[in-house]
């Protein structure tokens, strides 16, 4: 008997599939569809345990969709921007371009040997200029909508990447990208408004089944707080300070106020200040420092008494005003009224610098208003020391106090988001050029659409230092302006990377792309994508981006949804020895050195059975060991099963309920989000039931095939390779790709055994049980070996066959 022997296997029908494009996308408007999508690679690395368990759930998926009448659109590109290619040009002397190529033929390589069913006639590539063309399309309609702007302001700069990072790329005070600490910088750089789209950001009513710890992440980081804009007069100055509070019913607890130190006000501040040098010092102190929201928090709270007070709105009194390094300028309006009573923060810094604290809200409990706090009373309560206000619950006072701010007019509803624009400015090489013209005459002009795209220049000097390397390419930097017609300058900053991503899975969506970003018509056919597959690590980032493009988009009117992601699911991570798989940590399993010692048809097997694919899997040699003899068994017993020769077996019906139950129970996971491992031992549990059968030879050949091929369908999305071989093997011609998946009767259907009659030239003789689906021929075999029958039809010839369903069977016989 031949070996079970995977390698052979596998390239041959990879090579099939390929040759006979099984994958190809097809767009038909007929045709219900189901778009399986898993984030793309980015190209600094080979394909990792990481990448082949994602990619595996994603064929899953897009296999068994497809036998379940789906048209399917599952493809597949590389995320080849950004500056894992620089850093590798600075140490390595290779050419960002060059090194990023390199790895994408590695990648594809590596994706075509793992055998997953992509639709490769869509591929993208983000750093292909006709695929970033279309951002600097993008990026000239959002200008054109005013919807794109640039303006001096205080960025995350990482020192390390040496270039500016979004908001969403700080992650506890410290870069996304390289962890090291991210400093502040005052530098021009290009927004979008993401801010915008705020409100429409925290309706998530568009989708289907996300992960409820993702939408928590995205509001969070969105943090819409609802309140009350106060003003305090500044006299000194002659201007109004705003600031916004969600708690108007402490105003009368207002001790002092808190500008940021980039506050408008304080120049004209600084200038009236008696102490000025002090406050000089200090805000050029704070400035140094970091300033993203985790280490506002952490930060040792510091200020400094700027000798100004702003007045009352209600009391007039005159409250000192500070300058604070806790307090953020890109946050609210850059300045807070400070209650220390009834806020931690404040108590603080009130108890650092001997400031007043003064009760305004009596918690319930306290008999009377205590003489001294030991630390602030946050929650809500009864009004105290608040005038006319007194007595009134917090709650409410809070309506009350906005009510009469806003008859005074010193006070309005306010809602403030924590959501920043989305800063995409990067002083690097290796990403879309802004397509922006400074000209002399005409200003900051955008690049004409027919002259996109504007390509980077290969010929680049890469340092890793201060300012973009396009800077010093005259030929990229000098350019004519499209207005004038003047000597001009380009804009040498390039995009963030996430703006590559935040559309490439409309690119996917479109068979025709020639001079457009996709096709209208067949993007709305196939979006929005019905299964997305990726990490948690892109909650916020990608996740938030996306949506963001596709809501700007359709506004535009490009798209006709709302977004882009019907259903999530994030994937575990694979670990080994409790620990997610590192170079540092020296636990890395290389997918290449499974597949060589079992195949590639054993490590899928190994990643869907170890876990439920949200959890993380934990890696085993043991567990692929186990999935190793498993799919030898399957082998074998195919083989057993092919040389099978019993023609009335006993055990049938167990047999026929055994593989209805086995259908249904497979089925069943695979609907109920994915729990592919259950479905997995139930299918193991199928074949220790039909190895003994088989063994003791208890059942008929007819219902062991016939029972054979449905678990085999129902194996295939899983260990495709095998399958299609054994499939081929029993004589089947199509593609299990284009089979349909198997359904199940319920046992009492299956028991519904059919009895029919058998007459002999017409006589009849007797009644035989068969099964509902044999043909004429199965029954004839089975009426000849029966002892009763035999004697009228041995030896004798026979002239002809008649099978009336579910009724009788007719032998003529020569007499
Ligand atoms: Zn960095
Ligand atoms: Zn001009």
Known sequence: MEKYNPWEIEIKWQKKWEENKLYEAKYDKEKKKFYVLEMFPYTSAQIHMGHVRNYTIGDVIARYKVMNGYNILHPIGYDAFGLPAENAAIKQNVHPKDWTYTNINTIRKQLKRLGISYC??????????????????????????????????????????????????????????????????????????????????????GIKNWPERVIIMQKNWIGKSEGCEISFYIPEIKETLKVFTTRADTLFGVTYLVLSPYHPFIEKIIKISPDREKIEEFINRVKKASLTVQDILKIEKEGVYTGIYGVHPITEEKIPIWIGNYVLMEYGTGAVMAVPAHDQRDFEFSRKYNLPIKIVIKNPEWKEIPEKLEKSYEEPGIMVNSGIFNGLDSEKGKEEIRIYLEKINKGKKAIYYKLKDWCISRQRYWGTPIPIIYCKKCGIVPEK????????PYEVKITGKGQSPLKY??????????????????????????????????????????????????????????????????????????????????????????????NLLCQ????????????????????????????????????LFAAPPEVDLEWSEKGIEGCWRFL???????????????????????????????????????????????????MMEFINFLNKEVAEKKVSKIVLLNSWKKFIKLLYPFVPHI????????????????????????????????????????????????????????????????EKFKKFIEGKKIIKKIYVPDRLINIVVEN
Not at 735 to 763: C, D, R
């Open 473 to 566: 390419i005259s030929e990229f930097l000098k350019c004519k302006c499209p207005v004038c017609g003047e000597e001009a300058e380009r804009e040498t900053d390039t995009m963030d990377t996430f703006v590559d991503s935040s559309w490439y899975f409309l690119r996917y969506a479109s068979g025709d792309i020639k001079n457009k970003p996709f096709d209208k018509n067949e993007v709305n056919y196939w979006m929005p994508v019905d299964q997305y597959i990726g990490g948690i690590e892109h909650a916020i980032l990608h996740l938030l981006y996306s949506r963001f493009f596709v809501k700007a988009l359709k506004d535009m009117g490009y798209l006709n949804f709302e977004e882009p992601f019907e």
């Open 120 to 205: 490769w006639e869509r591929e993208v590539i983000t750093c292909d200029p006709e695929y970033y063309r279309w951002n600097q399309f993008f990026f000239i309609q959002f200008f054109k909508k005013g919807m794109v702007y640039k303006k001096k302001a205080p960025a995350n700069w990482c020192p390390s990447c040496q270039t500016v990072l979004a908001n969403e790329q700080v992650i506890d005070g410290k870069c996304w990208r390289c962890g090291e600490i991210v400093e502040n910088r005052n530098l021009e750089q290009w927004f979008i408004k993401i801010t915008d789209y705020a409100e429409r950001l925290l309706d998530f009513s």
């Open 632 to 682: 030898n068994r399957i082998w074998r017993l195919h083989k057993e099963i092919k040389n099978y020769s019993i023609d009335v077996g006993k055990n049938d019906i167990e047999l026929k309920i055994m593989i209805n139950r086995t259908i249904k129970g497979v089925t069943e996971d695979i609907e109920k989000e994915f729990q592919f491992n259950t479905a997995i031992a139930k």
């Open 449 to 456: 659409e027919e002259n996109l795209p504007v390509e980077l």
């Open 723 to 786: 399958c299609e071989e054994i499939w081929e093997d029993l004589d089947e011609k199509n593609f299990l790709f284009n089979e349909k998946w198997p359904s199940w009767e319920t046992i009492e259907e299956i028991k519904e055994k059919i009895n029919i009659g058998v007459q002999i030239n017409g006589k009849i003789r007797g009644n035989i049980e068969i099964s509902p689906d044999f043909d004429v021929e199965d029954i004839f075999k089975i009426v000849c070996n029966n």
């Open 572 to 607: 575990g991570m694979v670990i080994k020895d409790g620990a997610k798989m590192s170079k540092s940590k020296g636990n890395v399993v290389d997918p290449e050195d499974i597949i060589k010692k079992y195949g590639v048809d054993t490590l899928r097997l190994f990643i």
